[in-house]
């Protein structure tokens, strides 16, 4: 830039662009995964370690626990898992065949499980999960009584943290006749799945609609409610109140297949700052620990793992890492991104079905691209780097178990961080709004 | 076989339908003093015949498979919701959400059906010898919404490629649904489920409503109809 020009800051020149966009096609732009705004977010937050005061563990000998069990407030068989990594529900249709049974493999080699989406449970997906976690969404797309007893746990799904308040959606480029068919719906239409359950308005309802699920299933599958952090202390007590034996909570980084990009990136709260809340919640109902919280939206690396526990998380759930553990934006195919207006790194196409690695598409030249057994091999690799780095920290701070992680071991670096973790800031005794 | 629910608790009612002993060759059984319980007959896969001897609360009959329940009462919110075989004859009035994202099978309604009948519905036929409430048939999918009263507003809103028809007044259709016209074809369908559901009616008697198609794919030209 030279040194005479000066950037409007109200408006940048990419805001300059989409105003012009807009103006253009007089439409509003729809894409795939999550918020690329910064927000504050686990990197705001550092271990403290052991010192003089606490007592580490061995690295390499000495054990340190990661296993979790979900579900055992109600549920008859509840889940147990070997690391509290679970793979987030992504539907067969936003994903292609060969994705899933990738994730499921990977996942069942860890001990840990994987989910459906909107859209149902296919085969492959059941075939190579060991413990696979059945959506029930509001579209209800491919919802069976079978399947639903073929299931090692139910997941009512509220809402997503990339959209909160808004239904799934997925363009028509993707609905192909197997999609289709098990969604009832013709070949190519835009679908939009619906934002609100059809047989149930509020936890009053929900706790109904809970015991019939139950009723189905003998009472023996783990019955989790997902939502979107919208109002994560109010969310979570009312999915306690409904009977969850989980609650699943999504930040706003969570992804999504296809939505409004307004919505992915004005609706919904940081996951720093929902997770919180919702331990806050389970707390003062004495329910932490007794029902299990999942947090999701954002999770990369296993220092986000060891901070979500540390705040108060039993597990956390991984979705767009995932994908990119499968090639999504991998630095191959090139040329295809290119066709698309992006770049490796920058793509967030996933609405096109023109994944050029094969991930989220449903076309069969490009799903070609992702041999499943190999991304399998990809997505045990990563879980197992995260659940390494997890126990890496765990023992850092002299935890024999994971979940032994406590907010005392963090510091925030930020003011921000520190208000919404409500953890001490880095070198103070000061955590902003606590009296 | 009698199970009275005064005495029994929902589960081992359920249980005990859900896994009937075919050896046993019982297949007929009552269901006394339901009392507005929910979920009772909630996931049963044979084909039996229950009869529920008064009301009930949400969810009867919800994911049934093959199973014949009939429920001489009214019936509360989601009465067979996501059905996938057999058939329930609600004797009263029903509830919202009859018949929710139901996939296969019948539900008759002898009296009134409340709001959002037939809601997302996937291949169902509903039959409601009465009136249905408002968005009936919303973002229904597949199979007949069959209403000889009346239907309330905004009937058959965002709806896929699900058939209504309805013989009485329809107050006003949602967004995308239009009158289709009713031809010898559609009569001759229409006739077809009246004689397997042993309903007499005339199937010339009634409209046909179901999908423009316009808002099957996003276009900007379409934005005020949404």
Redesign the interface.
Known sequence: MKKDLKEFKTFPNSTIKEIQRAAN???YQIRGLGAKRKVPDFDDLVFLGASMSRYPLEGYRETCNTSVVLGDRFAKKPIKLDIPITIAGMSFGALGANAKEALGRGASEMGTSTTTGDGGMTQEERGSSKYLVYQLLP??YG????D?RKADAIEVVVGQGAKPGGGGMLL?QKINKRVAGM????E???QRS?CRH???TGPD?LE??I??LR?????EKPIYIKVGAARPYYDTTLAVKAGADVVVLDGMQGGTAATQDVFIEHVGIPTLGALREAVDALKELNMHRKVQLIVSGGIRTGADVAKAMAMGADAVSIGSAAMMALNCNADLYVEDYKKLGTEPGYCHHCHTGRCPVGVATQDPKLEKRLNPIEAGKRIKNYLTTLTLELQTLARANGKSDVRNLEPEDLAALTVEAAAMARVPLAGTDWVPGKK | MNFDLNKKTLREVNQNLQNVDRKKNTRKFEILNPQGQHAICAGLKDDIEVTIKGHTGYYCAGMNQKATVTVHGNVGTGVAENMMSGKIVVKGNASQSAGATGHGGALIIEGDASSRCGISMKGIDIIVKGSVGHMSAFMAQKGNLVVMGDADADLGDSIYEAKIFVKGKVKSLGADCIEKKMDQKNIDELGKLFKKLNISEDPKKFKRYGSSRNLYNFKIDNVGAY
């Open positions: 096609e007089g439409i579209s209800r919802m069976n009584p079978d639903l028509g969604r009832t719906l013709p190519g239409i835009d619906a059809p047989d149930w309802d109904i609609k015991q019939e009723e189905i299933t003998n009472w």
